[in-house]
């Protein structure tokens, strides 16, 4: 029986669908965990902001901004091995190295661009590795989410998904108020000290307990088909894990590279008012995912339809060209998509087993990945054949597909539903 269960059964009975968890906030460990974390997200957000806008200064090209921001994704293809890392030996030379991977990278990149402007693929390698690393840190922390807080390992998940949210609004907002001042390269140097606050996490002493030696062997065939076994008998992990492809193929990187570039090429704004109206965006992303991350009860199948039916009609009103209503698709699309990405997160905590977390969320991460890797190379070339417009309304179709799929999967989330293994 998990944390969750013992408490929906204290409280009461519940509906078989809903996740019943304390609050991760009344632990004082889990707020300097938090915190370093935040820190260090602020930094990636800059980077998230300044690098596409900084791309279209030197280049002008969707192209070269959609590729720079698919760094992130390609850097999951390492996810799965990350993870094996981590279930096999621990956390602390991920975290470690990761953090280095990812400082030295950044510094190597703001040199570059204080020389001069460097070509976009020299870019580009910087933004991998920077990105791989922060893989890396990530996947060494997160796996040991549900070990370090038992009594609310979903919720704890889920609020630490916020507070990243919250970083990407602060990126915005601190692009926005910084770059007049400083400039590309100023706002890129703001960055390098927030690599080492997690670091600053773990030497006050809150990391996950020391593992057992001995573990798994080096190389084990069997082990990630195994792992994939434990993916796939529970279909409440199948389709979220479906979900949240069709979101990173459909609005992820590619969307929102299109989105800042017709904020800058059809709607005229400069690189400061685009970092504002982006920050309004994510706002309302954050905003979405505290609705999901800070209730005490949810309701999976309920709020995954409703937010993923929000979510294509606000891409299907971006293709109208009234600047009124292009901004409030923005704000609904970004609420419903925050919602559903904290449920994902949530759930996905909530029904792994914690023995095989980091491999199972390293598998996944490969294919989201793999997923938003899809539209840096057909968003372009539609948005070149069809123009803006016809691209949003596909995309719009394309997500509310997966509709279909929640509808037949509805059994999936009724008391009947086997979970073969003790979730996290």
């Not at 685009?274 to 309004?280: C, I, K, L, T």
């Amino acid at each position: 029986m998990t944390t969750a269960d013992r408490v929906r059964a204290g409280q009461g009975a519940a509906r078989a669908d809903e996740v019943v968890e304390p609050s991760p906030f009344t632990e004082r460990s889990f707020l300097v965990f938090a915190a370093g974390n935040t820190v260090n997200n602020v930094g990636e957000a800059l980077y998230a902001t300044a690098l596409p806008l900084l791309a279209y200064r030197l280049t002008g090209s969707l192209t070269v901004m959609t590729w720079l921001a698919a760094a992130v994704p390609m850097s999951m293809l390492l996810a799965p091995w990350f993870g094996s890392v981590a279930d096999r030996r621990g956390t602390a030379r991920l975290v470690l190295y990761g953090l280095l991977a990812q400082a030295s990278a950044a510094l190597a990149m703001n040199l570059l661009l204080w020389q001069g402007d460097p070509r976009p693929w020299v870019l580009f390698v910087c933004a991998l590795v920077v990105a791989g690393g922060g893989v890396a840190y990530r996947t060494g922390w997160m796996t040991a989410v549900p070990v370090m807080f038992p009594r609310c390992p979903a919720r704890a998940r889920g609020s630490l998904n916020s507070l990243f949210l919250a970083t990407t609004l602060a990126g915005p907002v601190l692009a926005a108020a910084t770059l007049p001042l400083l400039g590309y390269l100023g706002v890129l140097w703001l960055n390098l000290p927030t690599f080492f606050a997690p670091l600053a996490v773990w030497a006050a002493g809150v990391r996950p307990p020391r593992r057992a030696a001995g573990g798994a062997r080096r190389r084990d065939p069997v082990r990630m088909r195994g792992v994939w076994h434990d993916i796939a008998a529970d279909r409440r992990l199948v389709v979220t894990l479906v979900l949240q492809m069709v979101l990173e193929a459909v609005c992820g990187i590619g969307l929102t590279s299109l989105v800042l570039f017709e904020l800058r090429h059809s709607w005229q704004l400069s690189g400061q008012q685009a970092g504002w109206v982006v920050a309004a965006v994510n706002l309302s992303l954050l905003t979405g995912n505290l609705l999901v991350s800070q209730r005490a009860r949810l309701r999976p199948r309920t709020l995954l339809t409703a937010a993923l039916t929000a979510r294509a009609v606000s891409l299907a009103l971006l293709a109208v060209p009234v600047w009124p209503l292009f901004l409030a698709a923005l704000a609904v699309g970004a609420v419903a998509q925050g919602a559903l990405l904290a449920a994902v997160v949530m759930l996905r905590v909530r029904y792994l087993p914690q023995a095989v977390m980091g491999r199972a969320s390293g598998l996944m991460w490969l294919l989201t990945g793999s997923a938003a890797l899809l539209s840096p190379v057909v968003i372009p070339p539609l948005d070149h054949a069809a123009g803006p417009h016809a691209t949003f309304l596909v995309l719009g179709v394309a997500s509310s597909l997966v509709l279909v799929h929640l509808h037949r999967a509805r059994t999936a989330w009724t008391s009947t539903n086997p979970v073969t293994t003790e979730p996290a």
